[in-house]
């Protein structure tokens, strides 16, 4: 079955009713009544409970105990620009999330062939966040948001803690070689659009982000390439120190 069933928050001793997806999911993996499931908050909690049968369609499961806690050992925020595709940003939730990242942060540049993301998306994300977590047994989910604005991503890449890097293929300076010289635990990449972004985006975020331009790769790689592979490369680097 699934790592775990997903219910928020959870208290040792409660009785809890699963939404419709979950006890769904519960009920394709034929699951008995009487047996043992694990159940995670998306903060890091993992529960063991007790499946009691059906109560008005939804699964009902007896909270027994906390079983364990998962707990970041570092941070990492991943900005894509919008890209056109919504499968290719379906996609790019769905890895960087089994990756690894804390944040995945979606923004509209002047580039973007789409500049808005209505919230029946913003909601299929989340459902593609917490099959992704079930897959890899991650516990922690990555927050999800979407800035319209470009003042506002400015700002939130400017306020919110971590060195950034602006991927740029103009960069001199290569991801690994940069990590080797760094002792931060938090990051954030910033991965330009389709066409990437323009030279004046570039120097506002160097200017006002204090960005480090970083060239990721020799060859030239797509837009949601460059996310899951600076992620990959950075979530690796991190792991190993």
């Known amino acids: 079955m699934s790592r775990f069933l997903f219910y928020s928050p959870l208290v040792t001793n409660e009785v809890i009713l699963l939404s419709p997806e979950e006890s769904h999911h519960l009920l394709v993996e034929r699951i008995k009544p009487g047996s043992s ?5 998306g903060k890091g909690n993992l529960f063991r409970g007790i499946y009691e049968g059906e109560k ?18 570092f941070d990492l925020v991943v900005w894509q620009a919008v890209l056109k595709s919504p499968s290719r940003m379906d996609w790019v939730v769905e890895k960087l999330t089994e990756i690894g ?39 922690i989910f990555p ?54 972004l323009t030279r004046e985006e570039r120097e506002e975020i160097l200017k006002k982000a204090q960005g480090k331009r970083i060239k990721l790769s020799k060859k030239i790689l797509r837009s949601e390439t460059a996310s899951l592979f600076s992620a990959s490369v950075v979530t690796s680097f991190l792991e190993d120190t």
């Open 56 to 73: 008005r369609g939804r699964a009902q499961i007896r909270v027994e105990e906390k079983v364990g806690e998962e707990k970041r050992s």
């Open 101 to 139: 990242v804390s944040q995945i942060g979606f923004f509209s540049s002047h580039r973007s062939l789409k500049s808005t993301i209505p919230p029946e998306k913003m909601e299929r994300w989340e459902k593609i966040v917490l099959s992704a977590c079930k897959q890899s047994g991650r516990t």
């Open 143 to 196: 927050d999800l948001i979407f800035l319209e604005q470009w003042e506002d991503f400015i700002f939130s890449l400017s306020n919110s803690p971590g060195t950034v890097i602006l991927a740029d293929p103009e960069g001199n300076e290569a991801l690994w070689s940069f990590l080797q010289e760094r002792k931060e635990r938090s990051f954030q990449i910033v991965i330009g659009p389709e066409g990437d």
């Open 37 to 41: 499931v694990f159940l995670s908050d």
